[in-house]
């Protein structure tokens, strides 16, 4: 079976990944899907281009062609001022070709063959379902406009061991419309943190002007004043700082806690060594209720893991891994692929 995968990202080992300016959430999930789908016998194309400098080695490319396929799986990309010549806001000298290539990909593959179309942020909209026949899909505990749900995954393995913690606690993330998560778990518990000499650290786009956030520069003003931001870092550079945190909080959009969208963030953290905590805002409390927090009790959260030996540590850990496939087994990547080849059957 030859499957047609459409991202605008990486799709490499962890070690390997070395762009820094550049967002992309699914560096983490990716290669563990890819690796699975070729477990299973599949042969993969890669149909955008490549941006991998070490991809993969049973990865094959073609960003132009339209090779014969058994079946399709894009992670759906939307209109930004890089990739759409009609926003608002284009850039010439930015241009990205990731829409126009997913466009002439599902035009050309319409009705040949099973199409699942991931939408990982919730920008497809009503007029993109009625143009092509797919399978439409989302990363959500409640889709929306008959979209189904398909969460993000793992495989679950410890990628890091065990540390003592530095006094950091940790947000490693792009700023993206989570300035009201921002203020109350990490913004305004600061002051209380500083004085028990625990150091609040960023690290992702905040540094960076956008046309999308003209108020970042003010808001990242304001903030500093308890949060130390940084720049982007590398992939593994980042889980190894994730590493040796007390504990990090998986903050998102509000539309994400009203879906119950799971970002790849809250596996990131199990599988790097941090416990995680998840805000009361997020509809399941994915690492059991002991480890959700709200403005009143996260203090008190982060401050008893920082107390905590490497044992211990690593026992909260396996019980949030616990927790999370007790409550949603789909999030296993087995399962995960499982679903999509039904999907592909529709």
């Known amino acids: 079976m030859k499957v047609g995968f459409s991202y605008w990202g990486f799709c ?3 070690n390997e990944s070395e762009v820094v300016f550049t967002p992309d959430g699914g560096r983490f999930t990716r ?10 016998g599949y042969s993969i194309v890669a149909l955008q281009q490549q941006r991998e400098s070490n991809p993969l080695l049973f990865l094959q490319y073609d960003s132009q062609g339209f090779p014969e396929l058994d079946c399709i799986f894009i992670e759906w ?9 009609n926003h608002k806001d284009y850039v010439a000298d930015g241009y990205e070709p990731d829409l126009d290539r997913q466009t002439a990909i599902m035009d050309h593959y319409n009705g040949k ?13 009503e007029t993109d379902k009625r143009r092509w026949d ?5 990363p959500t505990l409640r889709p929306k406009n008959g979209s ?3 969460l993000y995954f793992s495989d679950y393995k410890m990628r890091l061991p065990i540390v003592v913690p530095k006094n950091r606690y940790i947000y490693i993330g792009s700023n993206y419309e989570r300035y009201d998560s921002v203020d109350k778990y990490y913004y305004n518990i600061g002051k209380t943190l500083n004085d028990f000499d625990v150091e609040l650290e960023f690290y992702g786009n905040w ?10 520069e003010e808001m990242v003003n304001k903030y500093s004043k308890y949060i130390k931001f940084h720049e982007r870092n590398k992939f593994m550079e980042g889980m190894r700082l994730l590493n040796d945190s007390i504990c990090t ?6 539309i994400y806690y009203e879906n119950g969208l799971i970002t790849p963030r809250f596996f990131e953290s199990l599988s790097f060594g941090t416990p995680g905590l998840i805000p009361v805002e997020f509809p399941v409390a994915l690492y059991g209720k002991r480890w959700s927090v709200d403005e009143n009790n996260v203090v008190d959260k982060i401050m008893a893991l920082s107390r905590l030996n490497t044992v211990e540590r690593k026992n909260v850990i396996i019980n949030q891994v616990q927790s999370m496939l007790e409550i949603l087994p789909q999030t296993h990547i087995n399962n995960f692929i499982d679903k999509v080849e039904t999907m592909w059957k529709l």
């Open 113 to 125: 063959c099973p199409i699942v179309v991931w939408d990982t942020d919730l920008k497809v909209t």
């Open 207 to 216: 540094l960076y002007k956008s046309v999308e956030r003209p108020e970042q």
């Open 12 to 14: 490499e080992d962890y």
């Open 134 to 138: 797919a399978v439409w899909a989302e």
């Open 249 to 254: 909080t998986h903050i998102v959009k509000n």
């Open 148 to 150: 189904f749900s398909l």
């Open 77 to 85: 990309r939307w209109s930004t001022y890089k990739n759409d010549v």
């Open 31 to 40: 290669p563990i899907f890819a690796r699975e789908l070729f477990r299973r």
